[in-house]
């Protein structure tokens, strides 16, 4: 860490009191956060940034995919899933019994049984990155793969398939976009947690004179950091790290550092 670096980061160093998590607030009771704001006294508040919308079935067609030229699928999400099925029953097109199913995990292979009966149908779990899947799809190399996402997406599947000269098609069932953020009048915290280039781009979008001044920023993961970064804003705690492996180990080490404890 250079000299420069360090006096930002000591400027910055003040005692942490809110929080806002850009994400939906977990379902979980015991959820890390929750933990978390009340370890350390805490106002922690969750609020999505962005938001999924289905791809409109007529804006479909426009990409020119036809479905049943393929004999498998890469689900990586839920949101994949139930878009993939909702195009598919919009086009009336009747997935075939032998479609053979690529689940990034082992949640969303699960999730199939909403549209599915699984126990009939052809499915292979990773266990939770596109590099999980990559020795099950090399058994299957002579499949034509479709991949459902979104318009933004990372480029984990598309280079593993690129790497292994597999076919795939990528067809774009669904969209993220910003949410509307216009009832959050404030936006005053010590620390705003984002886990998404997209979360900045909301941010901008809504709030395109916010100005960071003492607000610390979070990044989980490295294309959320440069977003940050390329945004001008400062970044201040970084996940994952070697001894904080998820967000809320991040922050609390922050905290510690910040509030003295």
């Known amino acids: 860490m250079s000299e420069v670096t360090e006096k930002i980061t000591q400027d910055r160093l003040r005692k942490v009191e809110s929080i806002l998590v850009t994400q939906a607030r977990p ?47 890469i689900l990586t999400s839920r949101n994949a899933v139930d878009n993939f099925f909702r195009i598919a029953k919009e086009l009336r097109i009747e997935i075939p019994i032998d479609m053979k199913y690529f689940c990034i ?47 933004i997406r990372s480029n984990d599947i598309p280079n593993l398939m690129n790497r292994n000269d597999l076919h795939l098609t990528e067809a774009i069932m669904y969209e993220t976009v910003p949410s509307d953020l216009s009832d959050l009048t404030e936006v005053f915290y010590d620390i705003i947690c984002f886990y998404s280039p997209s979360g900045i781009t909301s941010l901008n979008s809504n709030f395109p004179d916010w100005k960071q001044n003492n607000t610390r920023l979070a990044a989980f993961g490295p294309t959320t950091a440069k977003a940050i970064r390329d945004a001008g804003f400062i970044l201040d705690i970084e996940a994952p790290l070697p001894n904080a492996p998820s967000m809320t180990g991040a922050l609390e080490l922050y905290i510690k550092k910040a509030n003295n404890i």
């Open 105 to 151: 995990s082992e949640q969303t292979a699960n999730y199939l049984q909403k549209y599915i009966v699984i126990r009939k149908r052809k499915i292979f779990v990773g266990q939770k990155t596109a590099a999980d899947l990559e020795a099950l799809i090399l058994k299957h190399k002579g499949e034509k793969f479709l991949f459902p996402c979104s318009n």
């Open 27 to 73: 379902t979980d009771e015991k959820s890390p956060y929750f933990e978390l704001a009340k370890k350390f006294n805490l106002k922690v508040d969750f609020r999505s940034f962005i938001e999924v919308k289905g791809l409109d079935h007529r804006d479909f067609r426009r990409q020119k995919v036809d479905i049943l030229a393929h004999t498998a699928i």
